[in-house]
């Protein structure tokens, strides 16, 4: 049962043709608020018939306009004209937003082929072929819905191919190398999705460890996969004692990915957390809402994403990647509350006691052990993703991911990445007070610092495990899956982070 997505790719081009020479069922023309769209007579004669009220280029304003006759200068049968609002208050991410709301109506109308005009002047990063990659991603995410288990359903209209159609001064190679990039990016982002859609009887830590082998395959990565026994050997106490109450035993998941052959030239490690389904364990979640906690293994899977996306990428550095994977459950060989739990320690002088408070506060200790053993590496830096908090949530909403972090320029890196990719971060302080919550009488630590603070202590938490390496921490907790259908994205998981991730690659990379 492997991820079908990619069964209905959209294949994109880019065009130096005319958008209003595209012999094509539609095209998309985007336009800012009151100002009226360019084009040739025959359709500026058609817009001029459209009463003021039916189109003005606000922001989710579309118009779909019927070409009666096609002209050499105006061929297709369609134009979809979408607003972007203000025109000095849009950037690119409002441009994905109107692409993915474009790209919808496209597939309701049953079209299956288009042309999008890739404008160029959206502010800083808005050069037409930064315009083009952001729309080729628009379009890519806004096509995937998770539809592997639905059938006796009519086969939705699917969009085939896309062009994107430059501006005449573009430059036609950069956009070739972004759109690729972006492509790239977008794809791993759908592949991402696809396994954290799929529900905790068909993803379990193994199933998600054949993921990951497969993906190693493909992509020529190196993978390991640590089962009980050989965490039991190994001592990874916090990954077994979470895992402990499941049938469906833990695993620690690692991939290599080899960009720089040369010696000495250390790592970037990604860290996730992979809780294939987080019942609360023996501090059980009500069942309000806990159907969607099948999504939280979305930070491990987005490291998956990410390894696909540098891999197929092959870009100029080295990354390692390790996802912590177990199922949280109670029965009769869960961990309970008052244990007191040995972190993996690795080469460390001494392992980190944990004081169990609730079994609900899982991510954290699964993490602990996943933290030290990437830290053996000697990564050149760490940054985690987790569905750690309901705390997070309730601070930000689901616009944004917590970012927490012992370094400056990963906080900054990582506030740049997230306005490129419009996978939006905002940072937390991590202040000595905030470890003081954690402390506990009997252990190292406690698994829980009370409400206050929560998505901050839980990050002071994995602090306790990174030692004197740059590390960033993403609580991804409201941002991994949408409950309400965005503009570009289906209800269900996002893909939070393997965009970012890429983005940021392509960055180090550069330097
Ligand atoms: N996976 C949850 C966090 C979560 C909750 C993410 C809701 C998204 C939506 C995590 O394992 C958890 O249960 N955290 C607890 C910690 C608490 C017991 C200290 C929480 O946030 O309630
Ligand atoms: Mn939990
Ligand atoms: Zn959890």
Redesign the pocket.
Known sequence: MWAAYNLFPVSISLSNQPIFAQKLPVIVKFAFQNARPDGPAPFRHLLRRAGPGEFGGREKQMLLLHNPSSHTGFAPDRVLLVGLGEKNQCGIEKLRRAAGLATRRIAELGLERAAFEAPGGMGAHGKSADCAGALAEAILLASYRFRQFKHNEQAPAELKSVALCLPPDADHRAAEREVRHCRVAAEAANYAREISNLPGNVVDPEALAGYARKLARSHKLKCAVYGRAQLQRRGFGGLLAVGGGSARPPRLIVLEYRGVRAPGKPPVAIVGKA?TF?S?GV?I?PSEKMD??KF?KCGGVAVLGAMRAVAELKMRLNVIGVIAAAENMPSATSYRPGDILTSYKGTDKAPVTVEVL?T????RIVLGDALVYARQRDPRLIIDLA?????C?IALGPYAAGLMSNDKDLLRDIENAGETTGERVWPFPLWEEYSERIKSEVADIKN?GGREG?AIT?AAFLKRYVGETPWAHLDI?GTAWTTQQLPYLAKGATGFGVRLLTELFRRWERQ
Request: proline share 0%.
């Open positions: 809780i987080d609360g501090s979640k969607e906690m939280d609730n609900d506060a899982e991510g569905t750690l908090t309901g705390a949530v829980t929560g839980a907790a």
